[in-house]
């Protein structure tokens, strides 16, 4: 019976050194791999944003956010969060897309601002997916931004290189996360900037991480899909829709396509560009907008800062290189000299050169500034 008592004992014991070896051996490597990883300052400094971006709406919330029960997943997700109050962009910073606003007022904001009278319906409720397309520099960033901010949603601005992680089984994890986190922080717009780089059409040279991601993502969007309570929206911007994959485009059906912008929009544009800009009478806006044919809103924008940049230009030639004397603050705020048609001129033809040399303007461009 002793010797039988003496060799349970030396089992248990035996199990419990094996239990504290297995255990100090894991987490040795653990250390060590995190030690190793690369990414690991960054993980850690994504958390800490995520826990303070998920503060802040809890408190401007009326329903308090359980940021304890997020997972190491959500949490790098939720770095992502953009606060409602960190949104500058609204409606009446786009000019010239005033049907395309009307219509996403219809289509998306009203049904979730007012899900009440909608309540019988499920032909009426917003789109699980919302797509934007068209050429670069038209706003459909702006318009993503200002859809989140007009119809008070939490708004994650998702950066997809986050989901591609180099364990094995990693990526996955991080695409469930993005919808879980937005179902529990719901109504959220998930918006995927360049979409066509992370859902592009599958195909057999596909890496099989790439492949399982892309099915992940996609069958929690069919999650998405059959609930009709869920306010959750993917919204996705492109200027190459013709690279998605069928599957995609079938989970977005609210598509919107934004143009180049034509004269009467590039009026608009330019006015508002210039709104509260000090400009010279000489300044033809109607002439710009003839001229500018080819250009979007980003590169008119540019065009006009181009403009102001010459004058700064010409105020440290005559200040700076020449002063004066002792002359206070005032006197050099003064001094700055409004935009002027001619530094607009200028501009334009620097950045006309610029776009013919790169092949996205035709030599061919009416010019009506002279």
Known sequence: MADTAFSKVEVVGLVVRLTLVSAVTFLSIKWIMNQVDPTNKTKKKARRRAEEQ??????SSNAPLAIEKLNDYEMMIAAH???????????????????LIQELRETVILPIQRKELFADSQLTTAPK?????????????????????????????????????????????????????AVKIQPC??????????????????????????????????????????????M?????????????LRRMPATFHIAMPNV??????????LENEPISED??????????????????????RNASVYRVRDYLRNHIEHPRGNEDDDVYHDALRPITMEDLKFSFSKMRENKIQCGSLPVQTRIDLD
């Open 81 to 99: 969060l953009v606060h409602p109050q960190d949104i500058k962009i609204s409606w009446q910073d786009i000019a010239g897309l005033e049907s």
């Open 129 to 181: 997916g919302v797509l934007l397309h068209g050429p670069p520099g038209c706003g459909k960033t702006l318009i993503a931004k200002a859809t989140a901010k007009e119809a008070g949603t939490r708004f994650i601005n998702l950066d997809v290189s986050i989901l591609t992680d180099k364990w094995y089984g990693e990526s996955p994890k991080l695409a469930a996360a993005v919808f879980t986190l």
């Open 283 to 304: 300044v033809d806006i109607e002439a710009l907008a003839r001229s500018t044919e080819g250009f979007s809103g980003s590169d008119l924008r540019e065009l006009c």
């Open 264 to 273: 009467a929009q590039r009026r608009q544009i330019i006015r508002l560009i």
């Open 189 to 234: 717009i998930v918006f995927i900037d360049e979409i066509d780089s992370f859902l592009r059409a599958r195909a057999t040279a596909d890496h099989e991480a790439t492949a399982m991601m892309k099915a992940q993502f996609m069958s929690l969007w069919d999650g998405l899909l059959t609930d009709h309570n869920c306010t959750v929206i993917i």
């Open 54 to 59: 998920l503060k802040r709406l809890s408190a």
């Open 236 to 248: 996705g911007a492109t200027n190459r829709p013709q690279d998605l994959d069928r599957a995609i």
